[in-house]
């Protein structure tokens, strides 16, 4: 079964900053889908970004990037220019091609003035 | 286009009781998916329902159900609650559920079991 792991379960960045989310996975599977979750305290939940495995090519989506490097089969969150809207809990999710998703356990980000 | 809502929000209920959730997709939204949210969990996946049948399936006790009506509204039921159930439940739709549909998420039921 897939597995996501991310070790950090809180982290921290001060306004205007760069922080970096980890995000591994367990698959014995060659094609695939990765997303970050965003779920702000008592709000919904919402996509922040997707990777194709098929594409060498890292997301990004405008101060959000990826580092995906599937060999390692790890797939990191970069915040730039960090905000006060970016707090909020981080969650990293697999998707498989059959449509099941898995997802991690969270990472709370802080963002601090 | 209005959101994915949930209904009700908050639900408290005893052991041994059972409980049915609600989950209106995204007007033209055909796939609907249900994961059960806890702190020392993280999320987890379900089930997902396509044109009113079950597509997927996650690894919870026959428990769980859910149904997905013709208007793609899905409802999840359990039954013989305990307290481990105790959870945010989550919905989310999408407009096919293919692996490059966006899923939108609903705010979830909040069930307390005691």
């Known amino acids: 079964a897939q597995t996501v792991t991310q070790s950090q379960p809180e982290m921290s960045v001060q306004e205007a900053e760069t922080v970096t989310l980890s995000c591994t996975y367990d698959?014995?599977?060659?094609?695939?889908?990765l997303f970050w979750y965003k779920q702000p305290p008592s709000r919904q939940m919402i996509l922040v970004i997707r990777?194709?495995?098929?594409?060498?090519q890292n997301a990004t989506e405008n101060r959000f990037s990826v580092n995906f490097q599937k060999a390692a089969k790890s797939f990191s969150l970069k915040i730039s220019d960090s905000q006060l809207g970016d707090a909020a809990m981080y969650f990293c999710?697999?998707?498989?091609?059959?449509?099941?998703?898995?997802f991690g356990t969270g990472t709370s980000l802080t963002v601090i003035p | 286009k209005a959101g994915v809502t949930q209904t009700p929000r908050y639900l408290i209920k005893t052991r041994g009781q059972q409980v049915t959730l609600s989950c209106s997709p995204i007007?033209?939204?055909?796939?609907v998916s249900w994961y059960q949210q806890t702190p020392g969990q993280g999320l987890q996946f379900l089930f997902e329902?396509?044109?009113?049948?079950?597509?997927n399936k996650g690894n919870f006790p026959g428990r769980f159900s859910g149904r997905q009506f013709s208007n793609s509204r899905s409802e999840m039921n359990v039954s013989t609650l305990e307290l481990g159930d105790s959870a945010l439940y989550l919905c989310?739709?999408?407009?096919?559920?293919?692996?490059?549909?966006?899923?939108?998420f609903g705010p979830g039921t909040r069930l307390t079991v005691l």
């Open positions: 989310a739709s999408s407009s096919n559920g293919g692996p490059t549909d966006t899923q939108y």
């Open positions: 698959t014995s599977e060659s094609d695939y889908y």
């Open positions: 990777q194709e495995a098929y594409k060498q």
């Open positions: 999710a697999y998707r498989t091609i059959g449509n099941q998703f898995y």
């Open positions: 007007s033209g939204h055909r796939s």
């Open positions: 329902y396509f044109s009113e049948t079950q597509r």
